[in-house]
């Protein structure tokens, strides 16, 4: 009777555990844009550190609302930092207002034997390694020679919506010497990022 009552409650804590939507090693989230739906493993095993940052930004509910901004087809997409309107803005200035407050930033996890290959998600940062913030892209070819060694960092990968991620690298973008590469004419919007069943 004890062996089974054991047998019962181990059941009971996976059960709950699947009704979570993520198991504790591999929280699986959905990315809602204007576009579609993009559902994403993350590793927490091989970077920990970055899985707990989007994860809480995701709980602050941080990411609702904002655009992917950097558009670049042969490249990756990148969003997750500015809010919507990127189509008014007239020049660097504006870029900039557009932009989120964020937390701090975190350590780098690169080199954790992740690969920046075609549905990898990783985290965008500035020159300086330990940059990273909110902002993540998601690597629309094999960028592994260009951005492995570089180290930024990949944490987790897309399971189901790359149809959604080749929509949206296709989407027309501004053309403006004035600002940065890869702003989209139209928003794409990031509707909210949450963590749901596997």
Same mark, same amino acid.
């Given at each position: 009777m004890k062996r089974f009552l054991t047998l019962f409650l181990a059941l009971a804590a996976m059960t709950a555990l699947s009704c979570n939507g993520a198991d504790a090693k591999n929280p699986v989230v959905e990315i809602? %844009?204007?576009? =579609?739906k993009i559902k994403v493993?993350? $590793?927490?095993?091989?970077?920990?550190? %970055? *899985?707990? $940052?989007?994860l809480g930004y995701i709980e602050d509910k941080f990411y609702d609302g904002t655009v992917f901004h950097r558009v670049i087809s042969d490249f990756m997409i990148q969003g997750g930092g500015?809010?919507? =309107?990127?189509q008014d803005i007239k020049d660097e200035d504006g870029?900039?207002?557009?932009? !989120?407050? %964020? !937390?701090?930033?975190i350590k780098n996890e690169s080199g954790n034997g992740l690969? $920046?290959?075609? =549905?990898?998600?990783?985290m965008a940062r500035t020159n300086k390694l330990d940059s990273a913030t909110a902002q993540f892209y998601i690597n629309t070819v094999d960028n592994s020679a260009d951005l492995d060694e570089p180290k930024y960092c990949v944490f987790g990968k897309v399971i189901d919506g790359?149809? *959604? *991620?080749d929509k949206i690298r296709k989407v027309e973008t501004r053309k403006d010497p004035n600002l940065p590469k890869g702003i989209p004419v139209q928003d794409v919007v990031i509707k909210s990022i949450r963590v749901v069943d596997k």
């Open positions: 809602d %844009t204007s576009m =579609g493993e993350l $590793n927490q095993e091989k970077a920990p550190i %970055t *899985v707990k $940052n989007f500015f809010e919507k =309107g990127m870029f900039s207002a557009k932009e !989120k407050k %964020t !937390k701090s930033p690969s $920046n290959t075609r =549905g990898t998600i990783a790359m149809d *959604v *991620v």
